[in-house]
């Protein structure tokens, strides 16, 4: 008892000494808050919140309740200006307790419009039985409808039991009714419900109300006076929706009935209920829910047998593999988009067989299927099926291989590249391009290397694809070995793969004896992976000896990396775009620099852009690129970016740009 | 409230369901709007500010869809609007005339209408779930901008009335609907980083709200509906400005600030990578408490995502396990580590989430078969409540303990009384 009262004590001389510290604190920051320059004002706001935290802490009680009574005695201060009083209260709202309800009433019923919208807002929130009261007695005497639905609200959310009453009789009232339909509906005692009852469950916001009671009643426990009502609402419900929330409530509240309601909802016709009644099924059954409600599929329309195939399990698959053969169409689709969720080994004979029938429109969904469907055994009997059997299925299992990226079947596709159908080996080579990798680049370049002209693009992919791209390198040029003819066969793959051993190899072709060979290393330079192929490729746009054509093949190589190849600095991007500029020959390929120009957003690039400006030949693209340059460097450059944009408008009349031009200026 | 278990057991039997959604289109000929011109979606347009152009443009180019009404409170943009409607469907037509859109100040007049089938919500997130829940009690299906809701207890609500009242709600958290993201979640939830432990996710910052001096509102400007269910501030252009660099986006009124932007996105793909979409985190604490650098929440399970970490690799979200590594970004990028994870096949018995390509259309292809969307209301529910108890903890300065199957905060009552915001009369339905 000792301790006890030592403890009051201490609580008392902390409370005292806490009221002191706020008081003074929130006393210093009131005329902050009510600062002349309004801006101003946000500091002090942020330091009273911050106090309110503070004091509000888990364990503070004590501290909380001195802040409480510091607020509300400021809150309700005439002589504090109007802004602080306001900021005040909004803080009451998330820490008051009862300690401030006598001051925010006088809020309530103040004439100040917007404290008296603050003080209802903090009386909501206050746990003290007491700010009901207050509420209460404010509805009782208001006369503006907007200020009545507040109110009524706030009772509402409180659950204020008491006011049932005083809330029904704003029912029949055409503004303030639907709100008091709520506020009884979350109030949910039996003389709520009643009132609701009396006002007639066919208005909608009655019918809303009565769900929301149900909810609260079943969130209790109280499942008897939930079923009453939730079998009242269903019986006289009036628009789907509220049927359907009706149906949703009642299958919660009386379990027994729930299969009944939930197969009359399925078998009838009206889509929200369906939804609704599938909803209430998974709840009620669990894990059973499949076991369920498959027996009622035959008696199921179109629309529920497709919501229904959405959420079944694995155990119906023969139902839905039965399903796929559905007079309706969209539900034969709906079924082959189950198995693909839910089949078995079982379903991927009907898959293939619907993939390959070209005049159905069910084609594409059993081949989407035929990539998604589950497990080992699946994926099993989909390899099986690209071995044997008529072509047509074979060619649906090799491309549900491709689309599934079933690695496992890798070292088989080999053997279908050399079948006798050609749509076989068609479908095998796709099914390589869509997931080799490292360990196939050597036999796809042997395929290559024999003429293969379909291994080239699976080659392609898999160099893309490959981790270690130095070894993939070798891999290739130790097949070419010294042969020029061969690695020319390789320059796709070897682009792709990058590297300074590649870079080498196809710089040398650039000088081989052969025109074409040296062209089309020139073109694999201009698709290199990265932006180390610049250099050879400005070397050859800055030679005079280089041929027209392998000229141009360089600029456009060169402007591609520079506008592809991100990873590179902008300033290095930049450099090379102005050096090709000088190497171009003719207005064509000035015209083909400027766009790269215009891709590269630097300082140096828009002062390369402006001489163009002027050209007559060559101002047309030189105002596409300077726009299109401008707009990207607004971002990062405003002064250079504005700059080039005004040169762009005293350049050109063409109104597109022009507006461009503007929307750069006004950044 | 509805049990956990229920919630649960729906979820992944809805998520079950959609995941071959990427499929070609299935539509009994039954589940049009019945009311609608020629059988088509009737539809209203809510908030036509600058998030709608995209959902407009893609709404006006269906041919299942007729846009019957757009609604905002600024009259120009809704007169605007609905000739922008009239224009395009006047277009579609070989006598080049259109009439038929009607423009609304108040969304009441358009969930009312029993010819319209479903509405598009793109509001400031304040008015979201009112709007939402409105048109759900009235039969209408929804699609609304992220985050889903301004308080957690609104969402709780909006997840319930969605699934009593069989309506279709979607969220517009459009990163679902994006490969990369979808591949990177396939990724993670299959273990092919191992353990995930650490997550970095990308908000940016917005400037401090502002107390702004009172300017005269514009003409043809509903500035006290705009406001709607927050408290009343004297009007000001910065304080409702749509700006994706802050305007009311900055203001704790009528968001979570970053956290209900960037974070309505990217704490959704977090949740839907980690399988958590009908549950959350257990713990949020705010960037400074105890010297906290990044704002921090915090998994049963360990893992933590830390905001704005700057070691994100250049992408948007990083997530670090204990093999290795996904970065993923918009613009399809995915960076993994090791890099052969990028082109991981998923083997035959891997998770494969719910596959969307276009995330309208999947909402339009959803109303049309009853079935489930890629982001409904519940996944959009659990996804905004991680945005809004950061913003709390933000706010109080203190680490918050949340208990996701309860949907409570643990040990801290006044910062419960966040978990809703009382809102002005007489906007105060719900």
Redesign the interface.
Known sequence: MKRFLAFLALSSFAAVSFAADHNQAVTDLIPKLADAD?????DA?MQL??IA??S???GHAAE?EALGKVLAAKAADSTVPQPARVWIV?QL???GGAEAVSAITQLLNGNDA?LR??A???L??NSAPAASDSLRAALEKATD???R??????LG?RGDTASVGLLAKQLDDAAVG??AA?ALGRIADSASVQALWAASPRR?SVG?GL?LAV?KLL?QGNTTAAKVIAQKVQGEAG????K??AL??LA?ADPAAAPQLISDALTG?D??????AL?AA??LY?KD?TSKLAPLFPKL???AK??LL??V?ASAEPQVIAATADA?E??R??AL??L???GSAASVPVLLAAATEDAK?GK??AE??LR?I???A??AVIEAAASQGEAKLRVAALNALGG????SALPTLFHYTTDADSAVRKAAYSALRS?A?DAEIEPLAKLVLTGKAEAAAALEAAAQ?A?DKPAAVKTLLALAGSDDKTLAALLEPLAVLGGDDALAAVVKLTKNADADTQDEAVRALGSWTDIAAARPLLDLASSPDAKPNQHLLALQGLMRLVKSVETEPTSRRADLAITAMKSARDDGEKKLVLSGLGAVPHRKTADAIKPFLTDAALKKEACAAGISLAEALVRTDRNNAKALATAVKDATTDQGIQRRVERVLSR | MTTHTTRRQFLKSAALAGAALGFPTIVPSSVFGQNAPNSRIGMGLIGLGLMMGGHQGHMLGRDDVQVLAVCDVHRNRRENARQSVERAYANQRATGAYKGCEAYNEFERVVERKDIDAVVVVTPDHWHAPISVAAMRSGKDVYVQKPMTLTIREGRIMSDTARQYGAILQVGSQQRSERAFRKACELVRNGYIGKVHTIYAGLGEFAPPRTLPEQPIPEGFDYDRWLGPTPWYPYNEARVKGDYGGGWRCFWDYGSRKNGDWGAHHFDIIQWALGMDDSGPAEFIPKGYEGTEYQTHIYRDGAKVLRDHPDRKGHMIRFIGEKGEVCVSRGDRLDTTPVSLKDQPLAPNDVRLYASNHHEDNWVQSIKTRKANICPAEIGHRTATICHLSGIAERLKRPLKWDPAKEEILGDAEASRWLDRPRRAPYTYI
């Not at chain 1, 639905?149 to 706030?154: Q, S, Y």
């Open positions: 309004v801006a101003a004002r946000s706001q919140q911050q935290s503070e509000s802490k888990p909380r909004r709202e998330y820490m917007e919208e603050c209802r807002r903090a909501e929130k409808t907007a200020w639905i507040g109110l009524v609200n706030a959310w639907s709100a709520l909608a809303d769900v909810n969130a628009s789907s929706a509220l359907a929330a949703s409530v919660k016709a889509a929200k209920v369906q939804q609704a909803a998974v709840s669990g829910f329309g179109a629309g497709i919501q959405a959420l399990d309706d969209s539900v689709r709906a988009e189950s693909g969720r839910i429109p594409s969904t989407a299927a998604t589950p497990g080992n699946a994926a599934r990226k079933q690695t997931m990798a694809r981790n």
